[in-house]
């Protein structure tokens, strides 16, 4: 196995990069329902700004049909790069979206994007022809339907890109429960999946021996 398979994610050699999560987009969106898509997106932002991993944004002519780009992400990370592609499908075709990766100083990609096939596909692929290590992160990603989302993983895997969930990429990122970062990043973990309530138990069990 080579060795950058085995490596994981931290919150210092990572960046965010969130691609084309458009209102018109999510509308089209079938092989997960909208709403958990978008819930799974704001916890993928709220990953990020709780640990301190730089963000990089970016829209595909959003004042066309695809829609302006989801306000509460924008909300939640005022401090990323955003930029609006005047045209190209493929983001990392644009010179200053690769060019905002780049200036992180960071390999480690993790990407999400509607529609999966394509504004994540693409720069994914393209970002590891020029010796990055993309994760694609699927549940904060959508398509068409559960069909084309399964090609779309198979060919992301088969050419080396790493498929993940926002919560498994929370983990790797957290890595032990002593971390500075630990709290913050579980609190995320338990307001958006049902590991809230294992969270609630263990907060009022060091509560009572407080």
């Known amino acids: ?60 002519m959003p004042e066309g049909p695809n829609g302006p780009f989801i306000q509460e992400i924008l909300d939640i990370l005022p401090e990323a790069k955003y930029i609006k592609r005047p045209g190209e499908i493929n983001a990392w075709d644009n010179e200053e979206f690769r060019n905002a990766i780049v200036e992180t100083g960071r390999k480690k990609i993790i990407m999400a994007g509607i529609v999966t096939d394509v504004c994540l596909m693409f720069p994914a692929l393209s970002a590891l022809a020029d010796g ?9 990603s959508g398509t068409w339907n559960k069909l084309v989302q399964e090609v779309t993983v198979q060919r992301l895997a088969q050419a ?21 970062k630990a709290y913050p ?26």
Request: glycine share 4%.
């Open 160 to 180: 080396g890109v790493k498929v993940s969930t926002w919560a498994s990429a929370l983990a790797e990122i957290m890595h032990d429960w002593r971390s500075e």
């Open 1 to 60: 196995m080579e060795k950058r398979f085995a490596e994981f994610l931290s919150a210092e050699n990572s960046v965010l990069a969130l691609i084309d999560h458009q209102t018109g987009l999510l509308s089209s969106v079938r092989d997960i329902e909208p709403d958990l898509l978008k819930t799974n997106l704001i916890a993928l932002a709220k990953m990020a700004k709780e640990a301190g991993i730089p963000v990089v944004i970016t829209s595909s």
């Open 132 to 140: 990055f290590d993309p994760y694609a992160i699927i549940d904060a």
């Open 185 to 210: 990043l579980a609190g995320v973990l338990s307001e958006h999946t049902s590991y809230g309530l294992v969270y609630e138990s263990f907060l009022a069990t060091q509560n009572q021996n407080a």
